[in-house]
């Protein structure tokens, strides 16, 4: 199971990339605009930049900010051009019949696609043989339709395996840490994650206890034995 962290703000990348477990970066059209930058090109520059000072060699996932499958086929391009000195760029493009004949033609250059916006077994399947290397599911948004979003993650990954096909599920649309502890058991292969919820991974009130009564009885000890050596000093 690998983590990625699903943002656009450089602070929340770096914030992340400190604490070392980050195995990727996603990213959408809805948090760029979100970020507050001026300038597309210049932003995606400056996520590129952090990696690149934390030395994480991961991948970053850019998504076509098009909605014409006609256009996606050049705007890939020109992020290749313009980003593809990162060796570890994907191109996002959304599911769809049109889309995936973008997908098969950057898939047959080496392009790495992620397959995004997959809400259904079909989709991601369809996906994966077309030759995305990652297919992106929704687990939010598929409940949010009635579906039973581990169900979708399970016969997906089932799939993939029984056909050996290469394509690694991206689990997104995380909403609570419930939806990480039961993506991770419905076998979806990466995470990716708002920033906001890792910290919350990392806690747990019995934990913050724990420490509390070692801290304290440590400390008491301490004075106990300055205490003890100031009495046989004098």
Partial sequence: MKLFVDTADVKELEMCLERGFPSGVTTNPLLVARSGCTDFGAHIRSMIDALIRHDAKIPLSVEVNTADPNKMADQAEEFVREFGDYPYLNIKI?????????????????????CTCCMSYNQAIMAASAGAKYVSLFWGRIRDIGYDAGSVVRATRESLDRRGLDSEIIVGSIRHIADVNEAIQ?????????????????AHPKTDEAVAQFMTEFRAWEQAVQASQMKRAA
Avoid: D, S, Y
């Fill in 186 to 202: 419905a076998g979806g292969h990466i995470l990716t994650v708002p920033p906001k919820f890792f910290a919350q991974m990392c």
């Fill in 94 to 114: 959304p599911i769809g019949w049109n889309e995936l004949k973008v997908i098969a033609q950057l898939a047959k250059r080496n392009v790495p696609v992620n």
